[in-house]
Nanobody
């Protein structure tokens, strides 16, 4: 079992940056693919970025390509999401999640954190 705790959210102006962190517990962390999802008020949860168990493969939603970077440290049981050039439409609660497959589908992820709020002011 994996427990996930996100941190690093906050309020930032348009064009600013934030780095989200996701701390994972459990000795099997390195066997899980990890993803970041977000959910804005009144909207469905959507895929943002994913990284394979080894960290060798990453993928991004089109709307964050070139702005966000996902990374992980299996030694430290951590996953990160570096967010640059933030826009008001990036405002949402951001969740990290763990999956046994490499997927963009939220239904493929079995463990979820509680989320961290990101607010981008215009």
């Amino acid at each position: 079992q994996v427990q996930l705790v996100e941190s690093g959210g906050g309020l930032v102006q348009t064009g600013g940056s934030l780095r989200l962190s996701c701390a994972a517990s459990g000795r099997t962390f390195s066997s899980y693919g990890m993803g970041w999802f977000r959910q804005a008020p009144g909207k469905e949860r959507e895929f943002v970025a994913r990284i394979s168990a080894s960290g060798g493969t990453t993928g991004y939603a089109d709307f964050v390509k070139g702005r966000f970077t996902i990374s992980r440290s299996n030694n430290e049981n951590m996953v990160y999401l570096q967010m640059n050039s933030l826009l008001p439409e990036d405002t949402a609660v951001y969740f990290c999640a763990a999956t046994s497959v490499y997927s963009i589908l939220s239904t493929s992820y079995v463990y979820w954190g509680q989320g961290t709020q990101v607010t981008v002011s215009s």
